[in-house]
């Protein structure tokens, strides 16, 4: 895909006047305070970290910053019914959801419960026959159980909307606590919830807990943080931690503030010392302890967690996570590796009929957003296969299938685009909706597809611009090669983890050369190999004017030692290892395109070599092989 690429403007365009002024004193003040390239430190700025402590929250999260979970409405309501539940050994039911947040929320609930020595049940609903979130199906099922039916249900990532639900099992005699994130139903502008006991959810519309972001199982962490203020247990919450980061990372939830501190720990968590499930996922994706990160969890962790819901019993995912030993754990997980293959292989089939339909519906038409319906499509990809096709497309989809006589699926957006909103538009075209902003699940009379179509487009016609179709690529700083050393590396790693609201630094250089040939590797998608370097009239004397470097002290302030060794003054023609350069002497550093193969004819020269005047657009990642790690640019455009 070819994008049109937002450069950085200078803060000066920007903002003429004195905000811009103001913006750059504070990029010039962490430049001295934390000793960091001046590109690095505009970065920053521009995500709101403009001082020397709030660069110190950003760089080193602490669980110390994490809000009172009783700040959260309805908490300590929800708090006074758990611990009488379970002084009363009552049945209590924990009911999820068959994604990925759903199920790390359930099993980390169950096993807090299991460390107190209380035993819960665990529901995770049938997508073919209860569908999703709490429904009246999943609830008959909850208390037809041989162990009895709960007077306590515990939600968690679902039940917000769920108001015929909820008062279906109060007249069973039972109390429901939601834990959720997600959007209440409305009647226009009146918000719906449901007569529960208690709702833990920040955005439900009253709630003043101040950080709004969090995903189910975030929300459900801040009952287990409660429940172990309320019973002494210290911290004992954070035991949970990395099904806390499982959850955000795959929920593609807000990366800042909160999250920023709870997926960070959780990470380290899953790094350090796996729980045996976590260890037996990280085994099947064949990845490596000790690198996981936010894109690892995504693509290698997340799919196959959510596999056991998408072909089957979701309940599978949640054994897994629960596992207490290394076989247990191995065997839970080589039955999801299998479910994987096939969720893949029906992923394919699926993708490919719908691009041959996507392609003839475009060429006839000019609708803004695709919907398709195929009642023969697996409801367990429907969601995979919208998000495939807007990264192909890059327009908002709607894909459906037939279940119970019924068009069930779901929409995936673009950027700028508003996709719940856009339904809620047409919610007289729909039986049910709900979601996010950029993720919803819709069901739809079949005899009515075409019509929710045309109300779609003609929204999507009203509110997406020319604009927003073409895919853009925000770059965060334009730099030159010779500014990559190791302490480059060190700072831009340290802005992890990665995510919404906190994205891996994109860059841009220009005045570079290929050095030798590119060529193509990769068996199933070709990617893009080659070496580059600055060209002749770009480079830059580094050393001659090498900037020193900074005192460890500075107006008062420690700096925060960001850099791979520790940082001593310098005399000011000489360079500490960490600040030379990759490319000093004319070296070369690697670059690789995933998935740019069919362009390599855009990177030779009239001779055949590699062309002497590119420009990229790249992130920065550290190369592992065989034991040896190199710099590495990854490249996402080029011309």
């Avoid at 950085?8 to 010039?28: H, K, V």
């Avoid at 006839?364 to 398709?372: E, F, M, Q, Y």
Wanted: include cysteine; aromatic fraction near 8%; charged fraction near 25%.
């Amino acid at each position: 895909m070819r994008y049109r690429w937002r450069l950085p403007a200078s803060i000066a365009e920007n903002n003429a006047t004195g905000p811009g002024e103001l913006d750059q004193e504070y990029a010039r003040e962490l430049v001295r305070s934390i000793n960091v390239p001046e590109s690095i430190a505009r970065i920053l700025v521009a995500r709101g970290v403009r001082t020397f402590d709030e660069a110190r929250d950003f760089f080193r999260p602490s669980l110390e910053r994490l809000h009172d979970p009783f700040l959260m409405d309805d908490m300590a309501r929800a708090v006074a019914r758990v611990k009488r539940a379970i002084e009363e050994g009552e049945r209590i039911t924990v009911y999820g959801d068959y994604d990925v947040d759903g199920t790390t929320s359930t099993a980390m609930l169950a096993l807090f419960f299991e460390s107190i020595g209380v035993r819960v049940a665990c529901h995770i609903p049938d997508r073919f026959t209860e569908g999703y979130g709490l429904s009246v199906a999943g609830l008959d099922r909850c208390f037809s159980s041989s162990d009895g039916p709960p007077s306590l249900i515990l939600t968690i990532d679902c039940g917000i909307t769920a108001v015929d639900a909820v008062a279906y099992a109060q007249s069973r005699g039972a109390d429901v606590i939601i834990c959720d994130h997600h959007e209440p139903a409305r009647t226009g502008d009146e918000i719906q919830l449901p007569s529960a006991y208690a709702i833990l959810n920040p955005i439900k519309g009253h709630c003043n807990y101040p950080y709004k972001h969090l995903c189910g199982c975030g929300v459900g962490f801040k009952l287990i943080q409660a429940l172990s203020q309320e019973f002494g247990f210290n911290d004992r919450a954070y035991e949970f931690l990395d099904f806390v980061a499982l959850a955000s990372s795959a929920d593609i939830v807000s990366l800042h503030g909160e999250n920023r501190i709870l997926t960070a720990f959780g990470l380290k968590q899953i790094n350090e010392n796996p729980r045996p499930g976590i260890r037996a996922l990280i085994r099947a994706a064949q990845l490596r302890s000790g690198k996981i990160g936010t894109s690892q969890v995504v693509f290698g962790l997340a799919p196959r967690i959510n596999a056991a819901g998408r072909l089957g019993d979701g309940g599978r995912a949640v054994k897994l996570l629960m596992s207490k030993t290394d076989d247990e754990a191995h065997h839970h997980a080589a039955e999801l590796e299998f479910e994987n293959s096939n969720r893949r292989r029906i992923d394919e089939e699926a993708f490919f009929e719908a691009c041959a339909a996507v392609d003839g519906m475009l060429e006839r038409s000019r609708d803004r957003i695709i919907v398709l319906h195929n009642p023969g499509w697996h409801a367990g990809v429907i969601g995979i296969v919208a998000s495939r096709l807007v990264e192909r497309y890059h327009l908002p989809v709607v894909l459906l299938t037939t279940i119970d006589g019924v068009a069930k699926g779901s929409a995936r957006s673009i950027i700028g685009f508003d996709i719940h909103s856009a339904i809620k538009r047409c919610e007289d075209k729909v039986v049910t909706f709900g979601g996010h902003k950029y993720a919803a699940g819709v069901s739809i009379a079949v005899d009515r597809v075409s019509e929710f179509r045309t109300a779609i487009n003609a929204v999507a016609g009203e509110l997406i611009t020319d604009e927003m179709l073409e895919p853009e690529l925000h770059i965060d700083a334009s730099i030159t090669l010779d500014e990559l050393n190791p302490k480059f590396f060190a700072i831009t790693r340290q802005f992890a983890p990665f995510g919404p609201d906190n994205m891996r630094p994109i860059f841009h250089a220009k005045g570079l050369e290929i050095v030798g040939y590119p060529k193509i590797v990769g068996k199933a998608t070709p990617h893009l190999k080659f070496q580059v370097r600055p060209s002749a009239e770009f480079k830059a004397v580094v050393i001659e004017n090498a900037a020193p470097v900074l005192s460890n002290s500075t107006n008062g302030h420690s700096t925060l030692d960001l850099s791979l060794k520790p940082q001593t003054p310098t005399p000011s023609r000489a360079l500490s290892p960490n600040l030379i350069p990759f490319t000093l002497g004319g070296a070369p550093i690697d670059a690789i395109g995933f998935g740019l193969g069919e362009r390599i004819e855009e990177l030779k020269g009239p001779d055949g070599k590699g062309r002497k005047d590119i420009e990229l657009v790249f992130f920065l990642e550290e190369n592992e092989y065989l034991g040896r790690v190199t710099p590495q640019l990854v490249v996402k455009d080029f011309r």
